[in-house]
């Protein structure tokens, strides 16, 4: 006789394969919507000074294939979007310079990768601390961690048995004494 799975352990591998194959073809969408939307406005407008020949202000656009790197370098694309939509880029000598249209599809496209970046990436929470535990707390865990009488064979004294009444008592003890 052949036994059945559980029927409610058979949907978790389907759901998790079909994550997996969603996020497969999230992906390549959002490298396209980088070549798609900002590469044509960078080799338009951008590349000519900020190319890595050029390099000018210490930025080359060139080495932004595609979004891979947009959650580490948000500060640049950032940068970016201010210094063209302020006017100051492309310099006002340029013959060529972003319609209105073009440089709010630049802005929207940048925001929606950084936007996708940042929603995908795990960013260190730092460093945590613990928290100090008050006196009802420590009396709380040390009686339920020392739960039974027990002569240990090194010191020979015995432990503190956690029942009831020892509880109530010392938490009694530590209400008058507050």
């Known amino acids: 006789m052949q036994l059945s799975a559980p029927r409610a352990a058979w949907p978790t591998p389907i759901i998790v394969m079909l994550g997996a194959v969603v996020s497969a073809c999230l992906a390549p969408l959002a490298a396209q919507d980088f070549q798609k939307d900002i590469v044509p406005f960078l080799n338009k407008y951008c590349y000519e000074c900020h190319d890595a020949e050029l390099e000018k202000g210490h930025l080359n656009l060139e080495g932004f294939k595609d979004d ?8 640049v694309w950032r940068e970016v979007v201010n210094q063209v939509t302020s006017g100051e880029m492309p310099p ?9 249209a073009e ?16 929603s995908k990436a795990k960013p ?35 432990t503190i048995r956690a029942t009831a009444s020892t509880t109530s008592v010392m938490c009694s003890r530590s209400r008058r004494s507050t």
């Open 92 to 100: 006002a000598k340029k013959k060529v310079r972003p319609t209105a």
């Open 68 to 75: 891979t790197r947009f959650f580490r370098d948000q500060r």
């Open 124 to 158: 260190d929470p730092g460093e945590i601390t613990m928290r100090r535990l008050n006196r009802l707390e420590l009396i709380t865990r040390f009686v339920t961690s020392a739960s039974s009488t027990v002569i240990s064979p090194l010191t020979s004294r015995p």
């Open 103 to 118: 440089i709010e599809g630049l802005q929207t496209a940048v925001h929606k990768l950084l936007a996708r970046a940042i």
